[in-house]
């Protein structure tokens, strides 16, 4: 298999692209990386990968038709996956429209790009190409402390800027499949967490800001509820996903682990106490900070994976106790590159929560 992946220098991209090329038994012959590299995109996320013969990086736009229509053509592309996205609720609340042209329309130029391509393949690539769009779970809306979680069956009611565009794209992606019978596939997945996440979501901002000695901000009373999976349990069920989903379908991944933002928060504190303390002896929790709640702020996500679960025999290896410890860890053991980032690529007095 020769695989476009789309933002694959950025969180989840580039666990996916680790994970698939560490595989012993993978089936991919190349893997072509296409990353704008706007400020979430990092290739630091990926030098270890550098001297891989499989591995390459291309530079640009998803939607760049003249480049994407030429990486398809040039490696013989065999299935894409797309992460590209503006992803940071906040950052679409200031500015909504970048998300609408990274969400939207580079996702519909990207779509046009790789259906044209499909259809000059030769009848047996043709019937095994495959488009896997990897979408959130903010689409669908917030739900009641007693509502039953998100089933692909939800109706969509996106609260946020961010989610508008990535309904949007959604939408975009179901229309091709069902106009022009265009082979996609769709993922709508929980918050995620784990290694190389960008330093303003709430995990890898809480733990950073601790060490510095930094307020942990917090919105609202923080007991908005997210499901929280682990980065590598979601890049293994969206290469379930491709190699053997049914065409056309929605998969929901989450990670069975409904949390409120304050007690991972808590969770957190507790796990640098126990691996490194504060030199003053006091607990990590004193830093804790309430700040005024974000515009809209959804209360509750929860998302029903049971459809994955019971069609492609999928569930999450890490609980969140396992996986929250496991990206402490990394993250105490990786400061520099939390550090790079952080001088390089935006002010720190800009970091947000975006859960």
């Known amino acids: 298999m020769n695989l476009l992946v789309t933002g694959g220098c950025g969180f989840i991209g580039s666990n996916f692209i680790r994970q698939r090329?560490?595989?012993?038994?993978?089936?991919?012959?190349?893997?072509?990386?296409?990353?704008?590299?706007?400020?979430?995109?990092?290739?630091?996320?990926?030098?270890?990968?550098?001297?891989?013969?499989?591995?390459?990086?291309?530079?640009?736009?998803?939607?760049?038709?003249?480049?994407?229509?030429?990486?398809?053509?040039?490696?013989?592309?065999?299935?894409?996956?797309?992460?590209?996205?503006?992803?940071?609720?906040d950052r679409s609340i200031d500015s909504p429209e970048p998300f609408i042209q990274t969400n939207v329309v580079g996702t519909l130029r990207l779509l046009n790009s790789a259906r044209l391509y499909w259809t000059r393949l030769p009848e047996p690539e043709k019937n095994t190409f495959r488009f896997l769009h990897v979408s959130t779970d903010e689409v669908y809306g917030t739900l009641g402390p007693a509502d039953p979680a998100f089933t692909e069956e939800t109706a969509f009611a996106p609260n946020s800027p961010y989610a508008a565009s990535k309904a949007s794209s959604d939408h975009l992606v179901r229309s091709f499949q069902h106009t022009y019978h265009f082979p996609t596939l769709t993922t709508n997945c929980s918050n995620n967490y784990g290694p190389f996440h960008f330093p303003e979501k709430l995990i890898p901002l809480v733990i950073l800001n601790a060490l510095e000695g930094k307020p942990l901000p917090v919105y609202g009373d923080g007991r908005q509820i997210r499901d929280w999976l682990y980065v590598e349990d979601h890049a293994a069920a969206i290469w379930l996903v491709l190699q053997k989903g049914r065409v056309g379908e929605t998969y929901n991944v989450g990670g069975l682990n409904e949390k409120p933002n304050i007690e991972i928060v808590q969770t957190i504190c507790a796990l640098l106490d126990q691996k490194s303390p504060r030199a003053d002896g006091k607990a990590y929790d004193a830093q804790i900070t309430y700040v005024a709640d974000r515009p809209g702020h959804d209360r509750r996500?929860?998302?029903?994976?049971?459809?994955?679960?019971?069609?492609?025999?999928?569930?999450?290896?890490?609980?969140?106790?396992?996986?929250?410890?496991?990206?402490?860890?990394?993250?105490?053991?990786?400061?520099?590159?939390?550090?790079?980032?952080?001088?390089?690529?935006?002010?720190?007095?800009?970091?947000?929560?975006?859960?």
Do not use: M
């Open 301 to 355: 996500y929860a998302i029903d994976c049971a459809k994955l679960q019971r069609e492609l025999n999928w569930a999450p290896r890490e609980s969140f106790a396992t996986g929250i410890a496991k990206t402490v860890e990394w993250y105490l053991k990786n400061r520099p590159w939390a550090a790079d980032i952080t001088a390089k690529k935006y002010s720190r007095e800009r970091l947000g929560t975006n859960v």
């Open 21 to 89: 090329l560490s595989e012993k038994s993978s089936p991919l012959t190349k893997l072509v990386n296409l990353d704008a590299l706007t400020y979430a995109g990092n290739p630091a996320n990926l030098t270890d990968l550098a001297g891989d013969p499989r591995y390459v990086f291309i530079h640009g736009d998803i939607g760049d038709t003249a480049l994407v229509s030429q990486l398809l053509a040039e490696h013989a592309i065999n299935a894409v996956v797309n992460f590209a996205a503006e992803s940071h609720v």
